[in-house]
């Protein structure tokens, strides 16, 4: 055996003289914790009483969903004059909702997919947690274009929506992009649930198996059904690995085409602002830092609340902090990279809109957005940020204002000062609008804490397996 | 785990996928069968304020459409025929039919005879008769044979995809003007003659029917 690890004198002399820098890995679960001290911290939260801080977010998450369910009650019963559409800008907060909720969605695919093919084992601890947040976003998401048109049961009648025989004789046209958006996300969100469910079998089974040693029959019956029969046998391990990896395959993709497609609802268009080649890099970069963002907003105080320091360690946040500066440079990339296109294109109508975007009446708009996903990025270049919780926490959510107020720019401002003078308008909200919008984040908040309260949060099995107790080396292989 | 479940859980799954086809597959059928037109509103047939029958007048007397139903070659709406119309003749024949007594009245007192309508057209779609019956769509592909019904009744469903089956294939239906009021004939050599009879219609007389949105919703 140790002949193996033998160094050979030719060997040493070669690294003594090229003389490496010591790099070692990072720890990835500290403390050298058991796996048995896992699966009590994970499955203690959901075995254990519910707390009361448990009780009063999530009483005042529903009040605030309950925003979401007045104001879409009221726009379905009286008709979409309710909000504050008009000619020349017809779409709006619906949208620019819409595509926020989508972009949000992005970076739980990128950190349970990308991440999972390139093997960065960091993403063990976080990916469940990343990947709800993808589902509850695309929930958010959903709710706009469904009921955006007023009469909801078109969304679900057949031949509007969805292609199926109906006695109207219509059938969608597969050469909008509006259309392409429905496929697309109904696509994305069925991965991401079957991505996120199959990752999340191994630990149902633990759930399943300590609810019944407790004698608890009906939770061990309920997590028993989702476990659907799991007994960690090799075999099941083999099926459920590959199963994973092929998933995993299949999200790498949607990562990249789902963004590209909702882009192509304004790429396509022929409205100046719009109609431009970069949107679908753009749009992807641009939901992949919201996301990231987003996954920090969340990660923070999930972190101090649970105790998850060894789970979500200093490391952890530094990667996630590194992705969000590289695509939030990205970003800022394509905001000037829009101007010289502007410019070098030689389009009088394209270089007003972006004159008008940045000095014209939605300037404000214009610079809230610019600051917030331009600059505030740019702290992360600096360890010290990156280490400072509370700092890298207040940046984030200036990243996500600054993502909504993105979508709102290229949204609002191209549709109100479009190619007729004689059209042009000022959009402003009205309030239905604003509560239905506020509401969905009563509906986001809902769904994570139902999901911190009764589903194991962090993916024992996949922690595991990056502990040091799991490596034959001990962790001192180099 | 044997106790948690029984084995037979395990046929679960399928049991699950079973019940969701039969019963997508009998709500899907009950739909389709119960609640679209073509069952709500064929055979619609309402009791009329005078009996009078089609198949009396157009059938076996051989009446054309167009005495009563005046102005449907030039207008947009078929019109039902006055009081006046009626006595044109029943001020000859059956002049004291008790049957007949709200015409005559309607005749002296100038108030319309309340006929109770049949074939609806919702209010967001436009139609032009005068427009199908000019390039050849004859009554009978909308109305049935009216001229066989005693008491007159909706044969077609109306729908949407009622409409766009022609739209879409007009060939398949349209014939020369001059046989639109005729309700038995058929193409006496077939059907196959008929779509080719057809194309050559739609080609010379430059039949474009719309099939966008704004055709009929304007």
């Given amino acids: 055996m140790s002949s193996n690890v033998e160094i050979s004198a030719s060997t040493q002399a070669i690294l003594a003289e090229v003389n490496p820098a010591s790099n070692p890995r990072p720890v990835l679960v500290l403390n050298d914790r058991s796996h048995a001290w896992i699966t009590e911290k994970v499955c203690g939260i959901i075995e254990g ?35 504050g559409h008009a000619s020349p800008a017809n779409w709006a907060w619906d949208i620019i909702n819409f595509v926020f909720w989508v972009g949000i969605a992005h970076a739980g695919t990128l950190i349970s997919a990308i991440l999972c093919l390139t093997r960065q084992n960091w993403r063990t601890s976080i990916n469940r947690t990343a990947e709800a947040m993808t589902i509850f976003s695309i929930a958010c998401a959903g709710l706009f274009p469904a009921l955006h048109v007023g009469r909801v049961w078109l969304a679900v009648l057949p031949g509007y929506l969805f ?25 994305y969100g069925s991965v991401s649930l079957v991505f996120w469910y199959v990752g999340m079998i191994p630990d149902l089974g633990v759930l399943r198996d300590r609810f019944f040693k407790r004698g608890d029959k009906l939770r061990s019956g309920i997590y028993g059904f989702f476990a659907m029969g799991w007994r960690g046998s090799a075999r099941h391990w083999v099926h459920h690995e590959m199963a994973y990896l092929l998933l995993a395959g299949i999200g790498t993709l949607m990562v990249v085409s789902v963004c590209s497609i909702v882009s192509f609802d304004f790429a396509t268009s022929l409205i100046p602002g719009w109609h431009t080649t970069i949107f679908p890099p753009y749009f992807v970069s641009g939901a992949i830092f919201s996301g990231f963002a987003m996954v920090l907003t969340i990660l923070l105080p999930m972190r101090a609340i649970f105790k998850f320091e060894d789970f979500i360690t200093a490391y952890h946040i530094d990667c996630l902090c590194k992705i969000t500066l590289v695509m939030g440079t990205l970003v800022g990339y394509a905001y000037l990279m829009e101007f010289i296109i502007a410019w070098y294109g030689a389009n009088p109508n394209e270089g007003f809109t972006f004159v008008n975007r940045t000095f014209g009446l939605y300037d404000w708009a214009y610079w809230i957005m610019f ?25 984030t959510i200036f990243i996500n204002i600054g993502m909504w107020f993105e979508r709102f720019v290229i949204i609002v401002t191209s549709l109100a000062r479009d190619y007729l003078p004689s059209s042009w308008g000022y959009y ?51 | 785990m044997s106790k948690l479940f ?85 001020n000859q024949i059956k002049t004291d039919s008790p049957l007949l007594a709200p015409v005559r009245d309607s005749y ?98 430059n039949v474009k029917p719309p099939q966008s949105c704004s055709g009929c919703h304007r």
């Fill in chain 1, 163 to 187: 292609p199926a025989p109906n006695a109207n004789g219509i059938w969608p046209n597969f050469r909008s992009a509006l259309e392409w958006d429905v496929f697309a996300v109904n696509t």
């Fill in chain 1, 428 to 478: 402003s909200p009205s309030i239905v609008e604003i509560l239905t919008y506020f509401g969905t984040f009563g509906v986001f908040s809902m769904l994570f804490l139902l999901f911190f309260r009764f589903l194991p949060i962090i993916p024992m099995s996949e922690v595991k397996t990056v502990t040091l107790q799991a490596d034959v080396h001990g962790g001192k292989h180099s």
């Fill in chain 2, 108 to 205: 002296a007192s100038g108030d319309p005879v309340p006929w109770v309508k049949i074939h609806i057209a919702p209010d967001y779609v436009y139609f032009n008769h005068s427009v199908h019956i000019a390039r050849g769509v004859s009554c009978v592909s909308c109305h049935g044979k009216v001229n066989e019904m005693d008491v007159v009744h909706q044969a077609k469903s109306l729908t949407m995809s009622f409409c766009l089956d022609c739209h879409r294939a007009p060939e398949k239906f349209i014939r020369d003007p001059k046989l639109v009021t005729n309700l038995d004939w058929k193409n006496p050599e077939g059907e196959k003659a008929q779509i080719e009879q057809g194309k050559k219609f739609v080609h010379n007389w």
């Fill in chain 2, 6 to 90: 029984p084995k037979s859980i395990n046929l679960l799954p399928f049991k699950l996928l079973a019940y969701a086809a039969v019963v997508g597959g009998v709500a899907t059928a009950g739909i389709t069968y119960y609640a679209t037109p073509s069952y709500a509103n064929v055979g619609y047939a309402p009791v009329q304020p005078v009996p009078f029958s089609h198949a009396l007048h157009a059938g076996q007397l051989g009446m054309d459409c167009r005495f009563c139903h005046s102005n449907v070659e030039k207008s947009g709406h078929a019109n039902i025929p006055t009081s006046q119309t009626c006595m044109n003749c029943h």
């Fill in chain 1, 371 to 395: 600051s917030c996903n331009v600059i505030t990025p740019q702290f992360f270049w600096f360890k010290k940020v990156r280490s400072n919780f509370a700092f890298i926490f207040v940046l």
């Fill in chain 1, 49 to 83: 009483k519910t707390p009361l801080w448990w009780w009063v977010c999530f009483a005042v998450s529903c009040s605030i969903a309950g925003c979401s369910v007045i104001g879409f009650t009221y726009l379905v019963s009286t008709g979409v004059g309710v909000w």
